[in-house]
């Protein structure tokens, strides 16, 4: 079968390489994907927003198989436009892409069936915003509800700070239209687990947990970004939690999505919070999270394209999904100053990668023959082992095997799992 994949980051590189060893792929195109996916796929220079010009391409190549990975696309409906060109597409369609695409939306079906959440409230005025923050308690959280590149959850710690937040999003619009609506949220604590999950609408298969690092520094310090690495499984996600978030979270949401019409297939993730009070949803994405993926799909052992074609078809079952009992790591190289300001165009040096090694790249351009940074999270190293300790000491090791001018790292990833595996 000939594939096209949506989209040019490192997820995507990690569902390519995946999806490359199923034994009916056949040609795999990346649209646009990037100078070392190019490697593992022929990349075509559309844009992933691009709707009407994937279609097109599609069309063109008589491709068998669609996989849309990015947010965006999947919100604007490229699924629903490429089914109704012929082609059979993994990911849910505009419908159920609402379930990320509108945060007010997947909180409002949260409290309507009883899914557990953070306590919030909805304001489409920003006066209105600011005076009920003046009797909020902080820290609070403020969410913009559109798509904002996962930049569009703000803590606030005093009023202050609440107020300048509403009046960027709302007011000076940095977020454009996504800013339009906003909600305040209670802020929860406890240990954060992330869990992609495959789902045909009816059934529901989670795949192996993990722990995302999303500050820029050591010790979970400096600015949010997309993600610095991950490790998984998520030491804190046990049987017992994940025996109540089938019950009380992943089933009722898959149920609710039915309730109101707009059936969800694809991947379903949850970003779940472990409170005092039992797991709740911090929010849910209409796609494969990154640097998620990078850590689970190493760990299938199953073949993700007969996964897919079963999601997309209806007839998911849960021994169809199989993982290793093993670990992984992924340790994100990027540019030095992201995520503000940053340099790029500099050559990327890459090593032979042994057998539990992988390199995915994210924003890296193929120009003269040469890999040469082009984004501020340049590539992923990752690494499995049969431990936890194993896997993050690979991807650590692989990491320093990488070289480009102005690289960056976090060094402490997978510090927290590790001191949780310990009883710390």
Request: with cysteine; charged share 25%.
């Amino acid at each position: 079968m000939d594939i096209l994949v949506v989209g040019g980051g490192g997820r995507e590189h990690a569902v390519i390489k995946a999806l490359r060893r199923s034994r009916r792929s056949g040609k795999i195109y990346a649209l646009p994907g990037n100078g070392g996916i190019a490697a593992d796929a022929e990349c075509v220079p559309v844009k992933a927003t691009d709707v009407k010009g994937i279609v097109a391409f599609a069309r063109e190549k008589k491709v068998d198989f669609a996989v849309v990975t990015p947010d965006d696309p999947l919100v604007l409906g490229c699924v629903d436009e490429l089914e109704a060109a012929g082609v059979p597409c993994f990911g849910p369609n505009k419908n159920a892409a609402i379930i990320e695409g509108s945060k007010v939306f997947s909180k409002n079906l949260m409290k309507k069936y009883g899914i557990p959440t953070a306590a919030s409230e909805t304001f489409t005025d920003p006066a209105s915003a600011v005076a009920y923050l003046k009797t909020a308690s902080y820290p609070t959280v403020i969410k913009a509800d559109g798509l904002a590149l996962g930049k569009g959850a703000v803590i606030v710690n005093t009023f202050e700070e609440a107020e300048k937040t509403v009046k960027e999003m709302m007011v000076d619009r940095i977020f454009g239209a996504s800013g339009e609506k906003i909600l305040v949220e209670e802020f929860l604590t406890g240990p954060e687990v992330s869990v992609l999950s495959f789902t045909d609408g009816k059934t529901v298969v989670p795949m192996v947990s993990s722990m995302d690092h999303k500050r820029a520094q050591d010790n979970d310090e400096g600015l949010n970004t997309g993600g610095m690495g991950t490790v998984a499984p998520n030491p804190y996600y046990t049987k017992e939690i994940a025996a109540e978030c089938m019950e009380k979270i992943f089933l009722p949401t898959v149920r609710a999505m039915n309730a109101e019409g707009r059936p969800f297939k694809g991947c379903l993730y949850f970003g779940l919070m472990l409170t005092k009070d039992g797991p709740k949803v911090i929010e849910y994405n209409c796609r494969f999270g990154d640097p998620e993926t990078q850590v689970v799909l190493p760990l299938l052992q199953s073949d993700l394209l007969e996964i897919m074609l079963a999601v997309r078809g209806g007839s998911l079952t849960a021994d169809m999904v199989r993982f290793s009992e093993g670990a992984a790591c992924c340790v994100v190289l990027a540019s030095e100053g992201y995520p503000k300001h940053y340099d790029t165009g500099f050559e990327i040096t890459m090593p032979e990668v042994g057998r539990n090694e992988e390199i995915y790249v994210a924003g890296a351009k193929a120009e003269g023959g040469k890999l040469l940074t082009s984004g501020g999270r340049v590539l992923g190293a990752v690494a499995t082992a049969p431990t936890l300790k194993e896997a993050v000491d690979g991807a650590y090791t692989l990491a320093d095997r990488i070289h480009f001018a102005n690289a960056y790292m976090r060094r402490d990833i997978g510090k927290r799992a590790l001191a949780a595996l310990k009883g710390e």
